[in-house]
């Protein structure tokens, strides 16, 4: 037989596309003397480009070590967090600084804002660290351009502190977006807003993505989540443990079983 016949071209692939956050077999493990908390155990997730996708599940079950990894701010332990096809773990510390600045944006629960600055100044303060630093004019005009796309038009010059709760979350996004981010990550955004404030914060976040941004959001809110997002991924001591629709999701027993657990199971047995 001719060994030109074995011969095979390799598989052109064509359906492959990256999706705009990837996770692969993802541990994260942390080690204290010989203690060791498994915060993610082999975690699997893709969220498309432009999709917006929550992350639910009971506290301590791995939601912001997820979301600290896909910032780039900590390293997997083991498997890789793929971003628009660019696998973190491959990044130099240059590269990795890089994206971290405007690749990818991360709304911390705790929030973040320099109290003493204004509301332009805050988002001016995100310009400054992140990739396209204009002139001096230009970033002023884009950060007003921003306020404005978050709700906060005409209060550039209001000092941080003196917005509401509310007001405050809305000048937290527009700085996040200061840097031009693709993916967006926001960590419990809605915790502490009341029902009405939560559905202008439901608006803006709606807006963001219709913008083409991917997000990646944890939150706890369900009826929010319900009217906000096609998908939910749902974790549980580090594991994926249910995905789809909000509906699917919340009918899943695995999810009742995370979330109410034993009581479910005792309730039954009575
Ligand atoms: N820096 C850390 N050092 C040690 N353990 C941590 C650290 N960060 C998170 N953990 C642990 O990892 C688990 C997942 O935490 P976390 O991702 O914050 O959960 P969630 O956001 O879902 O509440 C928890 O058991 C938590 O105590
Ligand atoms: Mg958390």
Redesign the pocket.
Same mark, same amino acid.
């Given at each position: 037989m001719e060994l030109r016949s074995l011969y095979r071209e390799p598989e052109r692939r064509t359906d492959v596309t990256f999706g705009a956050l990837e996770f692969h077999d993802v541990f994260?493990i942390?080690r &204290?003397g010989p203690a060791e908390?498994?915060?993610?155990r082999g975690l699997d997730l893709r969220i498309e480009p432009g999709e917006l996708v929550a992350l639910f599940?009971?506290?301590?079950?791995?939601? &912001?070590?997820?979301?600290?990894l896909a910032a780039g701010l900590?390293e997997a332990s083991a498997g890789d967090v793929v971003v628009f096809g660019r696998s973190l773990a491959w990044l130099g510390e240059a590269e990795l600084a890089a994206y971290r600045a405007g690749d990818v944006a991360l709304v911390f629960q705790s929030g973040n804002l320099w109290p003493s600055l204004s509301a332009r100044e805050n988002v001016l303060v995100g310009r400054l660290y992140g990739r396209d630093r204009h002139a001096a004019g230009d970033a002023t005009a884009e950060a007003d351009r921003l306020l404005s796309l978050v709700g906060l038009q005409g209060r550039g010059n209001v000092p941080a502190t003196q917005l509401t709760l509310i007001d405050r979350k809305r000048l937290e996004l527009a700085r996040a977006l200061a840097t031009a981010p693709k993916l967006l990550l926001l960590?419990?955004f809605m915790a502490g807003l009341n029902p009405v404030e939560t559905a202008e914060a439901m608006a803006v976040i709606r807006l963001l993505q219709t913008q083409g941004l991917s997000v990646l959001m944890?939150e706890h809110i369900v009826w929010a989540l319900m009217d906000l997002c096609g998908r939910l991924i749902v974790?549980s001591a580090?594991e994926k443990i249910a995905e789809g629709t909000p509906a699917a999701v919340a009918a899943d027993p695995a999810v009742l079983d995370a979330y109410l657990g034993g009581d479910v199971k005792a309730a039954r047995r009575a």
């Open positions: 994260r942390f &204290s908390t498994v915060a993610l599940g009971p506290s301590g079950s791995g939601k &912001s070590t997820a979301l600290h900590e960590d419990e944890v974790l580090g």
